[in-house]
């Protein structure tokens, strides 16, 4: 059984920081692309930023560009966002996905491992 979870959300005033991490179990996770997605009510799931199996090639989108840094740890079977420089337009549900591809997806169709999310709430 493939899980993700996600935890380190919470509220966090405008220009502080916040660090994501999420945990995986039942697979091979070296080989998989790790991403995360976002996804305010009544809003379409954002990309957010994704990271290869390797670690060595990053892309992020380009509302969160600059202040957002997405890592993992294999060994550790973890990946990590974090945040810095939050905006309350930041505020939603954060969720860790994984992609069987090895070349960095920013759809969020391409992604066939989701966690429950954690929500960030950036009040101003």
């Known amino acids: 059984q493939v899980q993700l979870v996600e935890v380190g959300g919470g509220l966090v005033q405008a220009g502080g920081s916040l660090r994501l991490s999420c945990a995986a179990s039942?697979?091979?996770?070296?080989?998989?692309?790790m991403g995360w997605f976002r996804q305010a009510p009544g809003k379409e799931r954002e990309f957010v930023a994704a990271?290869?199996?390797?670690?060595?090639?990053?892309n992020y989108g380009d509302s969160v560009k600059g202040r957002f840094t997405i890592s993992r740890d294999n060994a550790a079977k973890m990946v990590y966002l974090q945040m810095n420089s939050l905006k309350p337009e930041d505020t939603a549900v954060y969720y860790c996905?994984?992609?069987?591809?090895?070349?960095?997806?920013?759809?969020?169709?391409?992604?066939?491992?989701w966690g429950r999310g954690t929500q960030v709430t950036v009040a101003s």
């Open positions: 996905a994984s992609d069987r591809s090895t070349s960095i997806r920013t759809t969020s169709a391409a992604y066939n491992y």
């Open positions: 039942g697979l091979t996770f070296s080989r998989y692309t």
């Open positions: 990271i290869e199996w390797r670690g060595g090639s990053t």
